[in-house]
């Protein structure tokens, strides 16, 4: 590197897979004050997600899909809010993606500092150990929203649709999550089925979740919007899955009370009625 500006490489995968190894690469480079140039293949960049907040400001939320289909990557316009709330999450053992902030450039010129974030598909699920499940993303909002149907996802299974499914069952099979939505509905008057419902469900991961929802302020898991379940077909588990970190604590009001009895779906709701829970 000494009598020379920097490295130049014909593909992104010529760099170390060993992502350890990788940085290792990048800090000698950087840190002998060179640039290093590789090209990118396949790659598709767009917009992100249908709310006018990612892509109507200067500073736009962007996907990028690397070949094959095989990663995604987003990149958000820096909010303290999400990487506090996801560092709360990620220090609670709940599942949530990986957040860092990056300066991110498009041209070689700097957009200033972003998030970027792992995308929750098959390969946040290899990343966390999880195997052979199926993996549910609830939405009835903005331009995923059901016209003419009750906005509850608890109320009808059609409102959600597989990420990722396990490879011993179809794609369209929804039997999982057909008798939980059902469980669910009858644990509000039926011993029996509660019993049932809670045997699928990890109540420690639960109670972390929902912890991480009051110490964050965390508005975004509605009945309606920003559900993630994982249906753990190896151990007969449901977990849950932080999707939009995000927190209010800002928002607190003159006497700074944190709503500690925060119910915001009826799984939740149903939860924090049960004295095993609690």
Do not use: C
């Amino acid at each position: 590197l000494k009598d020379t500006d920097g490295v130049i490489l014909y593909s992104l995968f010529q760099l170390p897979i060993d992502e350890e190894y990788r940085f290792k690469f990048y800090k000698k480079i950087f840190s002998a004050k060179k640039r290093i140039y590789f090209a990118l293949e396949n790659i598709q960049l767009r917009y992100r997600g249908d709310n006018p907040g990612n892509w109507l400001m200067e500073k736009k939320s962007i996907r990028i899909r690397f070949r094959n289909n095989q990663k995604f990557i987003e990149y958000w316009p820096f909010d303290l809010s999400i990487l506090t709330s996801s560092r709360i999450a990620k220090n609670s053992g709940v599942y949530v993606s990986n957040v860092k902030p990056v300066e991110l450039f498009i041209n070689d010129v700097s957009n200033g500092i972003f998030l970027e974030l792992e995308r929750l598909d098959k390969n946040f699920l290899k990343r966390n150990n999880i195997k052979s499940a199926n993996f549910y993303k609830g939405e009835n909002y903005n331009t995923e929203r059901r016209l003419g149907l009750e906005n509850n996802l608890y109320n009808n299974s059609g409102l959600w649709t597989k990420l990722v499914y396990s490879n011993k069952i179809k794609k369209e099979n929804k039997d999982d999550l057909l008798n939980f939505l059902r469980l669910l509905k009858e644990s509000s008057h039926n011993i029996e089925s509660f019993n049932k419902l809670t045997s699928y469900i990890d109540l420690d991961i639960w109670g972390r979740f929902l912890a991480y929802i009051i110490i964050s302020q965390d508005p975004h898991h509605t009945s309606w919007h920003n559900n993630r379940v994982v249906f753990n077909a190896k151990n007969n588990q449901v977990v849950p899955v932080v999707v939009d970190p995000s927190s209010n604590l800002h928002l607190l009001n003159k006497n700074k009370i944190i709503n500690l009895e925060d119910s915001s779906n009826d799984l939740i709701k149903l939860l924090n009625q049960s004295s095993i829970y609690l």
